[in-house]
Nanobody, 124 residues
Framework: QVQLVESGGGLVQAGDSLRLSCAAS????????MGWFRQAPGKEREFVGG????????YYTDSVKGRFTISRDNTKKTVALQMNSLKPEDTAVYYC?????????????????WGQGTQVTVSS
């Protein structure tokens, strides 16, 4: 079993950048594909992006392509979400999630472990 803790959220202005980090403990980190999700008030949790177990493949939802970058450091057991050119519509609680399999999925139901979330607020 793996425990996940996100950090790095905050209040920024539109156009700013923010870097979220997710630290894992327990389990074998390299066994897990990692995903980032977000949930805005009154909306369902949505897939932001994901990264394969060795970090060689990344996937993003269309609305963040070219602005967000996911990376992982298997030695440090961390995964990061670099967010550039932030927009007010990026405001949400951001969660990292782990899935003990090969494939990165865009459905939240496919993930076994979740962090507690970190708030990102982008003002216009």
């Amino acid at each position: 079993q793996v425990q996940l803790v996100e950090s790095g959220g905050g209040l920024v202005q539109a156009g700013d950048s923010l870097r979220l980090s997710c630290a894992a403990s327990g389990g074998t980190f390299t066994s897990y594909v990692m995903g980032w999700f977000r949930q805005a008030p009154g909306k369902e949790r949505e897939f932001v992006g994901g990264i394969s177990r060795n970090g060689g493949s990344t996937y993003y939802t269309d609305s963040v392509k070219g602005r967000f970058t996911i990376s992982r450091d298997n030695t440090k057991k961390t995964v990061a979400l670099q967010m550039n050119s932030l927009k007010p519509e990026d405001t949400a609680v951001y969660y990292c999630a782990a899935r003990n399999t090969l494939a990165v999925l865009s459905s939240a139901r496919g993930y076994d472990y979740w962090g507690q979330g970190t708030q990102v607020t982008v003002s216009s």
